[in-house]
């Protein structure tokens, strides 16, 4: 009787996790939208600076003539005597690069833009923590990481794409322009999520209990929000690349281009950002793999089976190195090789939505015994 | 003309010596085609095997072999919906076949591909290998005549001695864990404007990671393969209370690689105790299983002494290099058949096959031997089995829990030949009722009976009874033996901490040249060089600056001498392989 009750109260209070947990996902999805309508004014107020930084920088470049001074040593006023402290540092671009400064950010250094893009950060960091509630709650409620189903992995993966997002912007980064791109897939993220994908909550089958799991899908999820980051910059860099490629040609770029991409950082700032990021996740990313095989091995009795979620994680893993490489090899630096990351990045994605829809394996298994069991988001 | 471009020739080959080496990356094959009969085109083939973009090359193409694999089904996973596959397509399924889609990841050129990469991989390694041992046995290149072209400068004016400088530069470069040196005249062929400039190099742990990560890498293939020759897998279904030694007879199926041999089966036992399962009672996933475990008592080696341990999913038994896993369960209810004189012929528990999530059975009783029929004929027994674990009323098909919280047995009892003699193997979960007669009721119709746990149902015309005892617990267990993945997980770990090291680790030149004015006040300069462009590097640069001017205090510049300032109409050197 008393144990029938307490299961009972259990329960309801898991009911009531639950639905908070929806209710914070909701919320954040509120406070989100208001976030990029933010970012769009930002974009929108930027517009109104036509400096043209890119264009005034490449043909400066040609015309420059005298030399820039000699590294100065840095001067700290200490009273009445002045203490000299170091000797300042040139920095010179490598050869081959264009030496195109970066631009000044969405709001293209309108005063009001910059409010507005403070304004949306802000509502950015105050979704972030209404999301992560939500996780959280849902968490609480199936007593177990939320990522044991594709509504599950969605908001997971949306909360860290945007926490990895909010870390980049407190180390001081220059990742503010990336804003309103992420927040654009995270509202869609979100919305496939609550409408496609919902879920309602539910403990684990017996498969799925093993701390690997909790290894392999938290890191494939964080590996995932970073290389996401790294291909919209990719994909910046190969806009803002042709962009700075027609105005050294002397060509005239469309207007709409003119007014977005002069505010995105450098070409080759993008290009060595992107890098920076996908590099950062391969070993990462190869580490999640292996989890994976020593979770499969003490699952399925072995740890490498060709199994479709195991072939495309191999597959992305292998375009990964394919850009890595890329990047070492003379005739594929550049574009080529971005188009090998964005190719990388497809890869995941298909892994997490293609495979789990399309194509069934053991990771979404039905069959007899034990197996029939084994439903996994990832 | 001559006069006016060739010391800027000479900078630049000075420049180029000062950034080179600091990757043993391969330089990139020449396209000449050979014209030295076989021994050149063999160079020539191997030059451009090992070179980076065919590397390159062979890794999208692993990438773009593996995706079919994904897509088509495969009878490495799945025979029957291969199966399926091929009669579904007719037209395609032979050209499939013949293209080895159907076992792409054993395919002829599926291996070709990695063959050829790690091939690939090992004629590049080696190499490198030699190439970086090379590099740490020779110094640091010394410093380029104009420092200022470098990604990385800063100069200042200070009153302390050239020779005073160097020093406390070589002092600070291996301090902070550089392998510096000073280049004296002689090792420069007498050449001033070496001399005086001390040479430093840090970061070679990043070549160290690349090449770990690489030897990782065939590591990790060759346990692969190693384990794929040699690995066993078998099956076995066991009941509550019974037993299983490691023999291939002991086996249900069981499949090898093709160099395995019965000797390498590591010798043990076990006995399955009890198997429990729960299952979530109530909600949405009402029936959706919570835990399985199944408790065994088990012995290592012939002789070994009784352990006891829980086997759950996830968490298989590890004896010497075989695992114990648990991969199945399901009911066996216990049956007692006698015949007309009340003699018992049969008893045992028999497995039934769940057939649904919530374990509704079906499975077959089959007496061979021992029953006499009313006339004192000997005949075999057989009955078709079906078990409901919960039975709900209003639910005859099927069971509407996965637990035995209310289990009804329903049997279908035959009697005549099982066929078993014939020589065709036959499956103990099926009937061949060819050779059998339905046992009839007062009705004349085929008779079926649902039992209870206890209750006995009684064949007619004095044909016997059987009764349903109870009902067991089974468990299959499949026994893996796959050598080598120790192997296979160093290569992992050692491939992770090398990448790592690979990536974040920048390898790295800062020189640092004093040298006395025409004033008679001493010129430092100092310049960094890494292998790519990195903040880290400038930044790193103005901590030695700083800490070396603290030693040598600046004086205030005279006015600047245009010679010595960096010029930006010469972007700065690169380093090796950044060129576009
Ligand atoms: C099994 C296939 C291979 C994989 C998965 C692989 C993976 C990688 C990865 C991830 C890196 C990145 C490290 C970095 O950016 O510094 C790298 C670097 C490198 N790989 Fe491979 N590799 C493979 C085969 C090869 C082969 C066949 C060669 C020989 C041509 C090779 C030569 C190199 C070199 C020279 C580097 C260093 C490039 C540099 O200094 O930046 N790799 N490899």
Redesign the interface.
């Known amino acids: 009787m008393t144990l029938a009750a307490a299961t009972d109260l259990a329960a309801a209070t898991n009911e009531n996790l639950a639905s908070l947990s929806n209710t914070l996902i909701y919320s954040a999805m509120a406070v989100y939208t208001l976030a990029f309508f933010a970012y769009i004014a930002e974009w929108l107020l930027g517009s109104r600076s036509k400096v043209g930084r890119t264009a005034a920088a490449l043909t400066a470049t040609k015309a420059r003539t005298q030399k820039a001074g000699a590294p100065a040593v840095t001067v700290k006023e200490g009273g009445s005597t002045a203490v000299l402290e170091r000797p300042k540092v040139v920095v010179r671009a490598a050869a081959g690069s264009r030496d195109v400064p970066d631009g000044p950010g969405a709001h293209g250094g309108d005063e009001q833009g910059d409010l507005y893009g403070r304004i949306a950060i802000s509502l950015t960091v105050l979704a972030f923590l209404v999301e992560f509630g939500g996780v959280l709650a849902r968490a609480l409620s199936v007593q177990r990481a939320p990522w044991g189903n594709m509504y599950e992995f969605n908001i997971t993966f949306s909360t860290v794409a945007v926490g990895v997002y909010l870390t980049l912007l407190a180390l001081k980064k220059n990742v503010r322009w990336l804003g309103l791109f992420l927040i654009t897939t995270v509202l869609l993220d979100l919305g496939l999520a609550v409408t496609v994908l919902y879920t309602a909550s539910d403990q684990l089958v017996p498969a799925l209990h093993s701390y690997w799991l909790y290894i392999h899908v938290s890191t494939a999820i964080l590996c995932g929000a970073v290389f996401y980051v790294g291909a919209v910059t990719t994909l910046l860099y190969l806009f803002k690349d042709s962009y700075e490629n027609k105005l050294a040609s002397g060509g005239t770029p469309g207007r709409f281009a003119n007014s977005v991409l002069d505010r995105l950082p450098a070409s080759a700032s993008l290009d060595k950002f992107a890098y920076r990021v996908n590099a950062a996740v391969f070993p990462l990313w190869t580490f999640t793999i292996i989890a994976g095989a020593i979770w499969a091995g003490d699952a399925w009795g072995r740890y490498w089976g060709w199994d479709p979620k195991e072939t495309w994680s191999f597959i992305t893993w292998v375009a990964f190195a394919c850009y890595l490489h890329a990047r070492a090899t003379a005739g594929w630096k550049g574009r080529k090789a971005a188009y090998l990351g964005l190719i990388g990045f497809g890869c995941w994605l298909f892994n997490y939505y293609g495979v789990n829809i399309f194509v069934s394996g053991k990771h979404s298994y039905a069959d007899v015994g034990l197996g029939a069991l084994q439903s996994v988001g990832f | 003309m001559t006069k006016t471009t060739a010391p800027d020739e000479a900078t630049d080959q000075d420049l180029g010596t000062a950034g080179s080496q600091l990757?043993t990356?391969p330089v990139?094959a020449s396209p000449n085609l050979p014209v030295l009969g076989v021994i050149g085109w063999a160079r020539w083939f191997w030059r451009q095997l090992t070179s980076?973009?065919v590397?390159?090359l062979l890794?999208?193409l692993?990438?773009l072999g593996?995706?079919p694999?994904?897509?088509i089904p495969?009878t490495?996973?799945d025979e029957t919906k291969v199966a399926d596959f091929q009669k579904a397509h007719p037209t395609l399924a032979p050209i499939y076949e013949k293209l080895g889609l159907f076992h792409?990841?054993g395919s002829v050129w599926f291996s070709a591909i990695y063959i050829l990469l790690f091939v690939s991989l090992i004629g590049c390694i080696v190499p490198r290998t030699w190439q970086f041992v090379g590099q740490l046995r020779s110094r640091p290149p010394r410093a380029p005549k104009r420092l200022t072209?470098?990604?990385?400068?800063?100069?200042?004016r200070t009153e302390s001695e050239p020779e005073q400088v160097r020093e406390a530069a070589l002092a600070l470069l291996k301090k902070r864990r550089f392998r510096a040196l000073p280049h004296s005249l002689e090792d420069v062929g007498g050449a001033p404007i070496a001399g005086d400039a001390v040479a430093a190099e840090k970061g070679y742990l990043r070549e160290v990671g690349n090449l770990v990560f690489h030897i990782a890498l065939i590591v990790m293939l060759i346990a692969?393969a190693w384990g794929q020759l040699f690995k066993s897998?078998g099956n076995k279904l066991i009941v509550e209370g019974n037993g299983f030694s490691n023999t291939l007879i002991g086996y249900d199926d069981f499949k090898s690689g093709n160099l395995f041999s019965t000797d390498d089966l590591t010798p043990f036992s076990f006995t399955l105790n009890d198997f429990a399962g729960t299952y979530?009672v109530?909600?949405?996933?009402k029936g959706?299983?919570?835990?399985?475990q199944a408790s065994l008592t088990y012995a290592e080696g012939a002789y070994g002494k009784d352990k006891k341990t829980v086997v759950?999913?996830?968490?298989?038994l590890e004896i010497g290099d075989s695992?114990v896993?648990?991969?199945?369960?399901?009911y066996a209810p216990v049956i007692t058949v006698r015949d007309g004189k009340g003699d018992v012929v049969f008893r045992d528990a028999v497995p039934l096959?769940?057939?649904d999530?919530n374990v509704t059975s079906s499975g077959v009783v089959k007496v061979l031997d021992g029953y006499k029929n009313a006339k004192g004929e000997t005949e075999q027994l057989g009955f078709q089995a079906f078990l409901l674990p919960t039975y709900t009323v209003g639910n005859e098909v099927s069971s509407t829990f996965p637990a035995l919280l209310n289990p009804v047995l329903n049997l279908e009892p035959y009697h005549g030949d099982l066929g078993v003699n014939s020589g065709i193997p036959q499956s103990v979960y099926q009937l061949d009722k060819s050779h059998m007669k339905e046992f009839k009721d007062s009705k004349g119709e085929q008779m079926r009976e649902n039992l209870r746990p206890g209750e006995t149902m009684t064949l007619p015309n004095g044909a016997g009874s059987v009764t349903y005892e109870g009902t067991k617990e089974w468990a299959?267990f499949?026994v893996?033996e796959?050598p080598g993945?120790g192997w296979?997980?160093a290569g992992?770990?050692a491939?992770?901490f090398g990448?790592?090291s690979s990536?974040?680790i920048q390898r790295r030149r800062v020189w640092v040249r004093a040298t006395a004015g025409p004033d008679g006040v001493t010129v430092v300069e100092?310049a960094g060089l890494g292998r790519s462009?990195s903040a880290k590097v400038?930044e790193e640069?103005?901590d030695l600056?700083?800490i070396l001017?603290e030693q040598a205090?600046?004086v205030p510049?005279p006015a600047?001498d245009?010679d010595?300032?960096?010029?930006?109409?010469h972007?700065?050197?690169?380093?090796e392989?950044?060129?576009?």
Do not use: C
């Open positions: 990757s990356a990139d980076m973009r590397a390159l890794l999208l692993l990438a593996a995706i694999g994904s897509l495969q490495g996973q792409v990841y072209r470098l990604p990385a400068y800063t100069t200042w692969f897998e979530e109530s909600g949405p996933n959706t299983p919570r835990t399985y759950k999913v996830n968490h298989p695992k896993y648990l991969t199945a369960h399901g096959l769940p057939l999530s299959n499949q893996t796959q993945s296979a997980l992992a770990i491939a992770i990448l790592a990536l974040f100092m462009e400038p640069l103005g600056a700083g001017y205090p600046g510049d600047p245009p010595d300032v960096p010029d930006p109409t972007p700065a050197v690169p380093a392989g950044s060129e576009k």
